[in-house]
C-alpha cells in the first residue's frame, strides 16, 4: 500500500505496457495495487493537468520503494538520492487500472526520457499524489493554449477536458509534422501545429504567438514550455493583452542549455523568475 510522506504519499506502480506516441514521444501505462488509492485521491481533485513528482532511483543502490526520503538523506550522497521528475497523467483508465504518462523522448539527455525509451513491463517507480489546479474556466469567450512538447500532455488532456460547445485555440510546437499528435478537441477549439524543422525550441511557438491579434472578450490562458521562450512571451500576453494572472496558468516547464537541477534552483531567481512579484494577485503556475 501507498506510505505516507511529509510530503504528498507515494504510490508504487510498475509497468505495464509501453507505446510509442509519436518519433519523440512515448507513453508508459502503469498499473498494480496501489491504483486503486491513486484513482480515488485523482477523483477528488478538479483540475484537467494532474500532475506528480516521479521518483527514479539508481538500480545499483537496490532502494526498496517507497522512499523515506529524510532517512535517506542521513546516509546518501546528494547525487545517489532519488531523482524527482515532474510529469502530466494524460489519462486514468479506470476500467483498465492503469494510469498513462507520455515523455518527451531525446537519446540518452536527461533521466526520465531515456527511463521510458528503454522501460520493461514489470519495472517499478514511484509517483507521488496528484497535484495542480488548473481547470479552464466555464466563464470565458475563449482558451487560449501554447506551449512545446513538454506541455503537450497537459494541453492535450485540459482540451479533452472542454465542454462540447467551447471555443478556443491551441497552438504547440513540435519538432516536425510527424510529432503531432490526435487530440479530441470540441469543435469550436482550432489546432494549430507548430513545426521548428531544426530552428531553436519555442521559436516558432513565440512567432505564432506574436503575430496574433489581441484576443477580445473575456479569455483564459493555459501556456507552458522552455523559459526563454515563455519569458519572451509573458509581457505581450500579460502586460500588452491585458489577460491577469487569475486568468493564467503560465510558466517554464524547462530552460534550454539547464540541467533540470540547475534550471529548479533559478526558479526564484531573476534569470528563472517569469513574472514580476505581484502579490496581491494569484497565479496558477505549476510549482
Known amino acids: 500500500m501507498a506510505e505516507q510522506t511529509k510530503r504528498r504519499p507515494q504510490y508504487v506502480f510498475q509497468v505495464v505496457g509501453v507505446e510509442t506516441v509519436a518519433p519523440h514521444m512515448v507513453r508508459v501505462l502503469f498499473g498494480g495495487p496501489d491504483f486503486d488509492a491513486f484513482a480515488s485521491e485523482a477523483a477528488e481533485r478538479t483540475n484537467t493537468d494532474p500532475y506528480v513528482k516521479m521518483m527514479f532511483a539508481k538500480p545499483e543502490l537496490g532502494l526498496t520503494p517507497p522512499y523515506d526520503l529524510d532517512a535517506l538523506r542521513e546516509h546518501l550522497a546528494p547525487e545517489d538520492m532519488p531523482a524527482q521528475r515532474t510529469y ?48 479552464p474556466s466555464p466563464d470565458v469567450d475563449e482558451h487560449l493554449f501554447f506551449g512545446d512538447e513538454s506541455a503537450l500532455p497537459a494541453i492535450a488532456s485540459s482540451i479533452e477536458s472542454l465542454p462540447g460547445d ?3 485555440r491551441a497552438f504547440i510546437e513540435v519538432a516536425s509534422a510527424d510529432d503531432e499528435i490526435e487530440i479530441d478537441a470540441p469543435e469550436g477549439v482550432e489546432l494549430f501545429w507548430l513545426h521548428r524543422d531544426g530552428a531553436a525550441c519555442g521559436s516558432a511557438m513565440v512567432a505564432a ?4 491579434e489581441p484576443p477580445t472578450g473575456c479569455v483564459d490562458v493555459f501556456a507552458h514550455g522552455e523559459r526563454s521562450a515563455m519569458k519572451r512571451l509573458r509581457p505581450l500576453v500579460h502586460n500588452e493583452w491585458g489577460i491577469p494572472r487569475s486568468r493564467m496558468s503560465y510558466s517554464a516547464y524547462w530552460a534550454a542549455g539547464r540541467a533540470h537541477d540547475a534550471f529548479q534552483a533559478e526558479k526564484r531567481t531573476a534569470v528563472g523568475r517569469i513574472f514580476d512579484a505581484e502579490p496581491d494577485e494569484p497565479a496558477t503556475w505549476r510549482a
Request: hydrophobic share 45%; no cysteine.
Open 88 to 135: 502530466t497523467i494524460r489519462r486514468i483508465d479506470r476500467e483498465a487500472r492503469t494510469i498513462a504518462i507520455d515523455f518527451v523522448a531525446h537519446g540518452d539527455t536527461g533521466i526520465a526520457g531515456p527511463w521510458a525509451e528503454r522501460a520493461t513491463v514489470g519495472a517499478e517507480v514511484v509517483i507521488s499524489s496528484p497535484g495542480g489546479i488548473y481547470a
Open 166 to 168: 467551447a471555443r478556443g
Open 209 to 212: 504567438i506574436e503575430a496574433l
